[in-house]
């Protein structure tokens, strides 16, 4: 009889271990909104024969993405997250002469988003922060050319899970990824300048902790 009571609590826990483990990982799906808060690069050449200055910039545009976390303890975790931009790359010219009058060609373009960051949630609440590493490669006509369209930078955000309904919740973060961009690489006409791209994601965590 003993024998048996002791099986049944070995049985029991190696089946709630796996589940144990499983409530830890957490995938969350994401539509997103991308801001780019500062155009790509440093026009430093004098202006041309018509006196005009150029800028590149990345277009704002709706996103898709789906990150992955997982809990370390009950506070702290990994989150790897990728994010695909609908957007556009832009070829500027203003004439800098009072008023400022600019045209622009847009062409088309993606931005990929990808990082890895630490993620910190307190016990008994609802509010998280992640902080990392993060890789922007951008693609299009635009980009077209280019040895390389890859960024490494840093990622900070902060967000909340909202439980809508005892089965529903939704993670509302915020992200700014800060990287270094320089448009015509190691030609002379820019210089790199710091980039400041915005991340608004809405999305619904599947499994983990919530």
Known sequence: MR???????????????????????????FLASYYSARELGNYVAPPDSAGLTYQFLQNNSPAIGVSAALMLSDVF?????????????????????????????DLSGSLTMLSLAGRYRP???????????????RGGDLWA???????????????????????LPLNVRGE?????????????????AMALDFLFKLGIPLGGRR
């Not at 280019?146 to 909340?160: H, K, P």
């Not at 700014?176 to 790199?192: C, G, I, M, T």
Request: charged fraction near 15%; charge should be negative; aromatic fraction near 8%.
């Open 145 to 167: 050319g280019r040895e390389s369209n890859t960024s490494l930078g840093v990622l900070f955000g902060a967000g909340v899970i909202a439980q809508v309904t005892p089965k």
């Open 176 to 192: 700014l990824h800060v990287y270094s961009f320089d448009p015509d690489e190691s030609a002379p006409d820019w210089d790199s």
């Open 3 to 29: 024998s048996r009571s002791v099986l049944s609590i070995v049985l029991v826990a190696a089946a709630t271990q796996p589940l144990s483990a499983q409530r830890r990982v957490q995938v969350t799906p």
């Open 77 to 105: 975790g990994v989150e790897a997250s990728g994010a695909y931009a609908f957007s556009a790359g832009r070829f500027q010219g203003c004439d800098q002469t009072a008023p400022v009058v600019c045209s622009f060609l």
């Open 123 to 137: 016990r008994r609440s609802n509010f998280e922060m992640v902080a990392g590493l993060s890789m922007d490669m």
